[in-house]
């Protein structure tokens, strides 16, 4: 066992004891507060599993008590739905690592809850890991109608990749879903921590999300790292979602440690960077 999990084990946390449904899928949910987006994310699961099994683990990263004591016995009636409360923060890494170690199915996919997948999206993934080289897959996001943080309908995420200045971006940002260029996108660097699949067996093996991330970025990058360094495929797939980007962070006026976590990063995976922004354009 890693040690990520081992530190995990003694969160303080409410769980009731529950009958967990066989499934292939775990549906990995780490939330704070925003329940507005978490309630349309949790809508939109069954048009995108279509006929894939799936159980969904949510942990509740510290939302505001009383929002929380409302929402989950009102609104998730569902048996397949599984919620874990802290009562405070902890970060998105050790929330994805703890609801994660819940769930005993074959595939693994991590969902923010600011993420609205579309219609047979879940079901498309599921499709790409019939191929055993993939071991990261991840989605094309677009800018829903309503976002406030980037044009509607075009390309959120297709993919990172990685600058001459060992920058990590995201590739063809603002560009129409449907250009040939981003259709062509599958292989890439690493894929957005806000939605992706990966193997339980990968994901055990590596120790999920290093904890050193704290709230979070730019663990989903090294965990991309590390499973090419396992020789695995890391691709993004043409399965697509709404991202309603930074929702949670802009609500509750927080934000992420990017400087902190960069320089952590490049500590432990710079000699891992290999520059490939060129091969998209």
């Excluded at 939302?63 to 739905?81: H, L, Q, T, V």
């Excluded at 050790?94 to 997948?117: E, H, M, R, Y």
């Excluded at 989605?139 to 001459?164: D, R, T, Y």
């Amino acid at each position: 066992m890693s040690k990520n999990h081992k530190k995990s084990k003694n969160i303080t946390a409410s769980r009731k004891v529950e009958v967990i449904l066989p499934s292939l899928v775990d549906i990995v949910m780490p939330n704070r507060g925003r329940f507005d987006l978490l309630a349309r994310c949790l809508d939109a699961l069954p048009s995108a599993a279509k006929d894939i099994s799936y159980n969904v683990w949510i942990c509740d990263n510290g939302s505001p008590k009383g929002e929380a004591e409302k929402f989950y016995p009102e609104y998730i009636k569902d048996r397949r739905i599984h919620t874990t409360v802290f009562p405070d923060p902890k970060g998105y890494p050790l929330a994805c690592n703890f609801a994660a170690k819940q769930g005993k199915s074959p595939l693994i996919l991590i969902l923010t809850s600011d993420v609205f997948l579309h219609d047979g999206s879940l079901d498309k993934l599921v499709r790409e890991m019939d191929d055993p080289k993939n071991g990261l897959v991840g989605m094309k996001l677009l800018f829903p109608p309503e976002s406030p943080n980037g044009p509607a309908e075009k390309v959120q995420h297709v993919g990172l990749s990685v600058n001459i200045r060992a920058d990590i971006q995201h590739q063809f940002i603002g560009w129409r879903a449907d250009h040939p260029k981003v259709l062509a996108m599958r292989d890439c660097f690493a894929v957005t921590g806000a939605v992706f699949m990966t193997r339980r067996n990968i994901w055990k093996n590596i120790g999920g999300f290093h904890l050193g991330y704290g709230l979070g970025t730019y663990e989903d990058v090294e965990l991309a790292v590390q499973i090419r360094k396992l020789g695995y495929n890391v691709i993004c797939s043409q399965a697509t979602a709404y991202h309603m980007v930074n929702a949670t962070a802009s609500a509750y006026g927080f934000t992420y440690p990017l400087n902190e976590n960069k320089q952590l990063f490049m500590s432990r995976c710079s000699r891992d960077l290999v520059w490939d922004e060129y091969r998209y354009w």
